[in-house]
């Protein structure tokens, strides 16, 4: 009953510093409404969209060898004759209408001067020996891209899709150049056949950055489910912000809490608690039993007020109900461990500054797995510490996992506990013996 | 019945040695006072009789309840007023009262009346609801002691109460003291104000690093220095010219002459100092000053360590 005192007094202690409730419950849900609101901008403004960029090309290219490709290939149903023409013909398809608009120029001459006038954002020089060069094994074709310095958005997107044909080009090209060594015979057919598959690979790469670019381009009719899917998109990206914010500020609750021990010894009311009948277990359990209270406190709020707030589904109830124990047992631990280390509060600045914001980013890294080449190194390294896994468990209730798998994170985090708690503990009551 | 039974106590933290061997008894009812300089080791003794500390040797009785053996027992008769103010700032002085009564064992009807009456007690019903953090240093000082008593402790200890506070709380403290012991409390009270023990105390118990160098009533302590008053005057004119005759006058054990100053020793100052004035007039003479020292526990305190007492 006197530890159940004690927890009482120490969560409305915390709950009466304004410091600590902004860091507590406010600033999780500060970071998260900046990001929800800096996405839900973008994805509410319904007439936005990517402007077209205007594209001059100077197509001067004189051929070179003959390849025949099928009209139904070659957007438009155009005839190729030259690899100039395919480019032309491959930027002004109808597809990239909404992305691009191209004109045709006499010369490079010419379309440099458009972009210098403004006419046009980026010219496109294609030489006179580009299919000539492109034929040959030794050679080299080259695009001139010429751009308007001050845009970035328009050109890049170009630029995009140039990079993709001339990729593909490359490897078509070494494909012919394997299949000449192999062969022995040059046929307009192999040749064409090539370019076939390319053009065919390469319409469905522009298709695919089509799709991504245009995403956020909600379509004309349908409102009802776009808003929806406006929605998803707005969430799949704010939740496992959010997700992470509570867990790092959790862990950051839980070593503030704890510290409270610390506080209490400085400010003498610890030795005067330990001079009432009152046994050290029970003061001692009564301090981490509010540990324990204010993250408990702190995870249900932010679940439900980011819930009512952002409309953030944390998934089925008993799937979050054991992640958010999980992190809460985790969080409260460990900050009586960390804790436990200290002599006195002013370590705990450095402890909070160093220890907390390291182990916390590592955590996050999966959250925020900005670099996909790293993402299973970051996934990986983010299980070193309790704040990945905690993240891990979110994640998978957000994703729907199966409850198997729920429960094995959260066996992980009870691990993580009952190491923490035990540390912490011993080294309390030995500090106090 | 003693209620405080201290025997043969020893600490030291590394190579300090803060008590050093203190025994002493305080009877049930009386005030008891550890007078010493700032170091002499009155808190650590303090803190071994909470049982805050270990003893590394020798063992104490409150109320018969050994510190050794049976802690809890010992807290239980117990109330501590820390020498800091250990309340929470936060909290009201109510909600302070109430907490510290809960720690106390007390629940229910019989708590909210012991919070009444000791936010009574000490002059704070009025401010009851105000955060202790907006209370003058006196105010919290108040509140630190009446907390102590939410149980009605058989002992109290009050580790150095007065310390900076201003002369109005530290009478109100001073008498409230007084106050408990006349409820029947015995009173551990530490102090380096050497007037506050002589005022309050029963029994007095000077230390000096870690070590009681001298215990006993008020009397029983000056009678180290001797009964002697000690009046220093100064005259207009030489001091040989009344000499040999205020040796003469009857009351006064010794006179002596130095630096423009006559130094008289008597038994009664207040006989004495008459008779010297009726001489001084007889022999056309005036007294300009006149200073009264009686034996105090200052001088107690210098003749047993050879340093003043503030030192």
Not at chain 1, 180 to 201: A, F, H, K, P, R
Request: charged letters at 20%; hydrophobic letters at 45%; one cysteine or more.
């Amino acid at each position: 009953m006197k530890a159940f005192d004690i927890a009482v007094k120490d969560v409305l202690h915390g709950l009466r510093s304004s410091i600590f409730l902004v860091f507590t419950f406010a600033i999780p849900l500060l970071i998260t409404g900046l990001f929800y609101f800096m996405f839900g901008r973008i994805s509410q403004e319904s007439d936005f969209s990517l402007p077209t960029t205007k594209i001059i090309i100077a197509n001067l290219d004189k051929g070179g060898p003959r390849f025949q490709v099928s009209t139904n290939s070659i957007p438009g149903g155009k005839r190729a004759h030259t690899m100039g023409e395919l480019i032309v013909n491959i930027l002004s398809d109808e597809e990239m209408a909404d992305l691009i608009e191209v004109t045709l120029a006499p010369n490079a001459a010419a379309a440099k001067a458009a972009v210098d006038n403004q006419q046009a954002q980026v010219a496109i020089i294609i030489p006179e020996d580009f299919s000539q060069q492109y034929a040959d094994t030794y050679g080299e074709a080259q695009i001139e891209f010429y751009q308007d310095p001050t845009l970035t958005i328009g050109p890049m997107v170009v630029r995009s899709i140039m990079d993709q044909f001339m990729d593909g080009m490359s490897g078509v090209k070494i494909a012919i150049t394997v299949a000449l060594d192999q062969e022995e015979v040059v046929t307009s057919t192999l040749i064409g056949n090539m370019i076939q598959q390319y053009i065919t690979s390469s319409l469905a790469q522009s298709k695919d950055v089509e799709e991504e670019l245009l995403t956020i381009i909600p379509p004309k009719s349908g409102v009802t489910d776009t808003v929806q899917e406006e929605k998803n998109m707005l969430l799949s990206i704010v939740t496992p912000i959010m997700g992470g914010f509570m867990t790092f500020f959790a862990f950051y609750t839980g070593t503030a809490s704890s510290e409270n021990i610390l506080q209490e010894e400085e400010k003498h009311t610890l030795q005067r608690l330990f001079t009432t009948p009152t046994r050290q277990s029970e003061i001692l359990s009564g301090k981490f039993l509010a540990v324990f209270l204010t993250v408990f406190l702190q995870i249900v709020l932010l679940i439900i007020s980011s819930h009512f707030i952002f409309g953030i589904r944390w998934g089925a109830f008993p799937n979050i109900a054991l992640i958010a124990l999980g992190i809460i047992f985790a969080a409260s631990s460990c900050g009586i461990f960390i804790n436990s280390f200290l002599r006195d509060t002013k370590q705990g600045a450095v402890i909070f500054g160093g220890i907390l914001t390291l182990s916390g980013t590592l955590g996050m890294i999966r959250t925020y797995g900005f670099i996909s080449t790293t993402e299973t190194l970051g996934n990986t390294v983010s299980l070193l510490v309790p704040q990945g896994w905690a993240m891990r468990g979110l994640l998978q209730v957000m994703d729907g996992a199966a409850f198997p798998n729920i429960l094995i994170t959260f066996g992980v985090l009870l691990a993580w506990s009952i190491v923490f708690f035990i540390v912490g503990v011993r080294r309390f009551n030995h500090r106090y013996a | 019945m003693d209620a405080i039974e201290v025997n043969d106590l020893y600490k030291s933290f590394g190579d300090v040695k803060a008590v050093q061997g203190v025994s002493f008894t305080a009877e049930q009812g009386t005030i008891f006072s550890l007078l010493g300089p700032n170091g002499a080791g009155k808190t650590t003794i303090i803190a071994m009789l909470s049982t805050l500390l270990r003893p590394d040797q020798g063992d104490a009785k409150i109320m018969g309840y050994s510190i050794l053996e049976n802690p809890m027992g010992v807290k239980s008769v117990l109330g501590v007023v820390p020498q800091e103010i250990a309340l929470y700032e936060d909290l009201s002085a109510r909600e302070n009262s109430t907490f510290w009564g809960k720690m106390y064992g007390l629940r229910g009807s019989i708590l909210k009346a012991r919070v009444d009456e000791v936010l009574e007690m000490i002059g704070l019903t009025d401010r009851a609801k105000g955060a202790v953090s907006k209370f003058s240093g006196g105010m919290k000082r108040r509140v630190n002691i009446g907390v102590a008593l939410l149980h009605k402790p058989q002992v109290i200890y009050m580790d150095e109460p007065t310390v900076g506070i201003d002369p109005q709380s530290r009478r109100n403290i001073l008498d409230s003291v007084v106050a408990l012991k006349n409820q029947g409390m015995t009173v551990l009270y530490t102090t380096h104000y050497m007037e506050e023990a002589q005022e309050l105390s029963d029994k007095i118990a000077i230390m000096d690093f870690g070590k009681i160098v001298a215990s006993g009533t008020h009397a029983e302590l000056v009678k180290i220095v001797g009964q002697l008053d000690r009046i220093t005057l100064t005259i207009n004119a030489e001091g040989s010219q009344v000499l040999e005759t205020w040796k003469a006058i009857s009351g006064v054990a010794q006179i002596s002459s130095e630096n423009g100053f006559l130094t008289v020793l008597a038994e009664d100052s207040n006989l004495v100092l008459p008779r010297l004035f009726d001489s001084a007039a007889s022999l056309n003479v005036r007294i300009t000053s006149v200073n009264i020292l009686e034996p105090n526990l200052e001088a107690v305190f210098l003749h047993l360590t050879g340093r003043a007492l503030r030192d």
